[in-house]
């Protein structure tokens, strides 16, 4: 059996889930390690498991990625289509990590057959790209977070 | 048929389009302004594209983005509404080059109708009964006392750039027409930027009668017969009728007859409604609206017809349902439109709708955005419902429309309801004895006396 260190809070939260959602078993898998905790005829049963299980997301604790807006978020200006990078084939403006100044062509839109270019509105590093290559976009829409 | 359609309108006659094309299987993409993104017609539509900030130069009226959303959802046509793009001569060729559908006429009728002096000039050549005028714009010669000589005094002095009843002067007495016209002039030109007047015949008692069309664009028209708009204040219309009490049944026939062939001979394409002053049996053209209008639903209501299931058929190519003898007149309807505003001094009144409670019951119709929980807007007109009934008779249509309004609750916010409720009460409204001027004399003696 592979070692692994317990995290004794995580199990207490999960055991407390299983309690509140009346549900009998609750599988947690952060990288390679798995947690299940199940409830057995004599209560709670803890049994860890090496090999890589399938995460059954029994509660919500997702990180919020779509819902709401994201402070520090650059949005669009107007719908249209989101192109990463000045023409097809060439590097994309900016990838994640990358420090822009103000000013700087994050990203194009594009609306009518014109190319709008969205620009940094202060300095910052770029923490995450939330939109794809030639995805359709709304106004408004969260585009990058800049940090 | 298509598949897809953009409602590119809010409020409303946004919900009441995508009602259709639903009925129709047809999926709706619905644009909004941000402020926009909890109205119930975005709720219920397939897909919603936020296309802007609230102002409507930035949403409703940015063709741009319009016309972006319509291609990254693939909509295969464009319902425009009324206001906004809907009489947007530019708008409907932009979109008809984008291999769009437009759901309304072609570009090149809307940009006639849109010119209020070539438009006037046009009809009358195709036999439609004009307001007698000086049949262009006038400068301020000797040949313009002429005319208003010839023409009648009371005369209008008219802006060409106007609208909406704006820009327009009485003129009693050959006296008055010298200074009328300077002012004339000088008024129009601050206001809409173009100084060209022309002067009318002014009719004193007048009912406003307009009449809904439907072309095919190959040259058949059919009417569906009258709406009564007399009742307005300030030129915005506020409770419609269908039938007309000032007219009878053949005098609908032959005003409708005329104007099928006059814009049978345009191969006028799509809805349509021709507005006329009605007075001493005779019906005058002031202007042709090249789009759905507000108060369709009374029209609906009388001859079982679905204008805007009509509109989208004829836009993708389907011959007219029906023909004129298809079209049968049953029954009596009739609009109130509610507003958000004071019924004392027409202030707005947006805010939060608490409780909403629609009348229901036979022959009463709702056609609104509100909902419990909904936030009138404050960037957009403050028309939030309109409330129509139909009866088998005038009389019963009236009994049933008092009941309605009884019953109606719209909590949070003012409204207009009162107002309704006083002028379905009066002897005069009864009696269908009205002209374009009697809503303003009945809001200044309620207002007066408290």
């Known amino acids: 059996m592979a070692k692994f260190d317990v995290d004794e809070a995580l199990v207490r939260k999960l055991s407390e889930l299983l309690d509140d959602t009346g549900l009998t078993e609750i599988e947690y898998r952060a990288g390679e390690q798995t947690i299940r905790v199940s409830r057995g005829a004599e209560g709670l049963a803890l049994a860890p498991a090496s090999s890589a299980a399938l995460t059954i997301g029994a509660a919500k604790e997702d990180v919020p990625e779509d819902t709401g807006h994201h402070p520090g978020a650059i949005t669009a200006p107007m719908v249209g289509v989101v192109y990463l990078a000045p023409e097809p084939g060439s590097p994309s403006f900016i990838k994640p990590g990358d420090t822009v100044g103000e000013g700087e062509t994050l990203l194009l839109i594009e609306a009518m057959k014109t190319f709008n270019p969205v620009r940094a509105p202060r300095n910052g590093r770029v923490s995450r790209i939330l939109v794809a290559d030639k995805a359709p976009v709304e106004f408004g829409e969260d585009l990058v977070i800049l940090e | 048929m298509f598949d897809k359609i953009l409602i590119a309108n809010r409020g409303e006659i946004a919900l009441r389009i995508h009602r259709s094309c639903h009925e129709m299987g047809i999926s709706t993409v619905a644009v909004h302004s941000t402020a926009d993104a909890d109205a119930m017609h975005v709720r219920l539509a397939d897909e919603s594209v936020c296309i802007g900030a609230p102002p409507a130069t930035e949403s409703y009226l940015n063709i741009p983005a319009i016309i972006t959303a319509a291609t990254i959802t693939n909509a295969d046509a464009i319902h425009p509404g009324y206001g906004f793009l809907s009489e947007n001569a530019k708008f409907a060729a932009i979109v008809e080059e984008h291999g769009i559908g437009f759901i309304g006429p072609t570009s090149d009728q809307i940009a ?33 006392w002429r005319l208003a000589d010839d023409i009648g005094y009371p005369v209008l002095v008219k802006a060409s750039a106007g609208g909406g009843g704006r820009g327009m002067k009485v003129v009693r007495s050959a006296d008055e027409l010298d200074t009328s016209l300077r002012q004339a002039r000088g008024e129009a030109k601050a ?33 569906l017969g009258e709406r009564d708009c007399s009742l307005q204040r300030r030129n915005q219309k506020i409770l419609e009728e269908a039938g007309s009490a000032g007219i009878n049944d053949s005098q609908r026939d032959e005003i409708g007859a005329t104007v099928c062939k006059a814009l049978s001979e345009l191969k006028y394409r799509n809805a349509g409604t021709v507005e006329f002053l009605y007075e001493n049996g005779e019906f005058y053209f002031i202007e042709m609206n090249t789009r759905l209008q507000v108060e369709h639903p009374i029209t609906e209501l009388v001859t079982g017809v679905d204008i805007v299931r009509e509109q989208i058929r004829l836009a993708a190519g389907t011959p007219l349902s029906m023909t004129q003898a298809d079209v049968n007149f049953s029954g009596h309807a009739m609009e109130c439109r509610i507003n958000a505003e004071s019924p004392d001094n027409f202030v707005p009144c947006p805010g939060k709708v608490t409780d909403y409670h629609p009348p229901g019951g036979p022959n009463v119709r709702v056609d609104s955005g509100l909902y419990s929980g909904y936030t009138v807007q404050p ?23 008092r009941r309605a309004l009884e019953e109606y609750v719209i ?26 001027h009697w809503l303003e004399r009945f809001v200044a003696e309620r207002a007066a006396s408290g």
């Open chain 2, 411 to 436: 909590g949070g916010i003012d409204t207009t309801i009162p107002l309704h409720q006083s002028i379905v009460s009066d002897t005069d409204f009864v009696n269908g004895d009205y002209d374009i």
């Open chain 2, 112 to 144: 006639l109708m849109g010119d209020k002096i070539a438009s006037k000039a046009k009809v009358a050549s195709l036999g439609m009964p004009v307001v007698p005028g000086s049949d262009g714009a006038v400068s301020n010669s000797s040949e313009t």
């Open chain 2, 379 to 401: 960037h957009y007109d403050s028309l939030v419902s309109k409330l129509i009934v139909y009866g088998t008779t005038r009389n019963e249509c009236l009994m049933r429309l």
């Open chain 2, 191 to 223: 206001a809409f930027g173009d100084d060209t007047i022309y002067i009318e015949k002014y009719l004193e008692t007048p009912r406003h009668i307009e009449i809904q069309v439907l072309g095919d664009g190959n040259g058949k028209v059919i009417h």
